[in-house]
């Protein structure tokens, strides 16, 4: 791996960065810091975060980031909802695994998603990375489902996107946003390790 030339363009992309590209990766980073903690200030941070990535993707035509971005908005106020109103009786909303029949939903959910973007893409419009923007929407597309429903498995999809999204945004220019992705990489990992452990906590208590 060529690290000075990872260090030269990650100074050179914080150099040319906007201002409005930086605002985007704090919030985004704080998102995925609160979603870690399951705190509920992950959707206002995140909400402010996608809707400037909605600006950023349509510049550089990244149309599925784009959309999946208005996607994260609308999920975001979902998932607040969600969170904030917990079953009668309880505290909070539980962290829990997925059953079959949800894991089923969520391959359906990915493999649709993913053709129907690619099929969107492809037909109309100008995107030059058809498969590889469409596949980072699809996974990210089923994580964001996940995460406003709890779900420990959510962290596996945004690995998943996380991982593909580094290249991705390498590719396009955007290195600070890459650079972005691979924190993002880094944080998904300890967040499954810690919605694994709460989700055992809570099983132990209501078994």
Same mark, same amino acid.
């Given at each position: ?31 995925? !810091? ?46 607040? !909802? ?35 973007? !690619? ?89």
């Amino acid at each position: 791996m060529d690290w000075q030339y990872i260090l030269e363009g990650l100074q050179t992309g914080i150099q040319e960065m906007s201002w409005l590209e930086a605002v985007a990766v704090f919030f985004g980073l704080a998102s995925v !810091y609160y979603s870690m903690k399951e705190n509920i200030l992950v959707f206002p941070t995140g909400i402010i975060s996608t809707l400037i990535y909605v600006w950023i993707c349509f510049q550089v035509r990244l149309y599925a980031d784009m959309g999946i971005n208005g996607y994260y908005f609308v999920m975001s106020i979902v998932g607040w !909802y969600i969170w904030s109103h917990p079953r009668p009786g309880k505290a909070s909303v539980p962290v829990t695994w997925l059953g079959t029949r949800g894991m089923v939903n969520a391959l359906l959910l990915l493999l649709f998603s993913y053709v129907t973007l !690619y099929f969107v893409l492809h037909t109309f419009t100008d995107s030059d990375v058809p498969y590889w923007d469409s596949f980072t929407t699809a996974t990210a597309f089923v994580g964001m489902w996940l995460m406003a429903k709890k779900k420990v498995e959510n962290w596996i999809a945004w690995i998943i996107t996380d991982v593909v999204s580094v290249p991705l945004y390498l590719y396009k220019g955007l290195l600070l946003t890459s650079f972005q992705f691979l924190v993002f990489t880094v944080l998904a990992v300890m967040g499954l390790i810690a919605w694994i452990r709460i989700a055992k906590v809570y099983a132990l208590k209501n078994g």
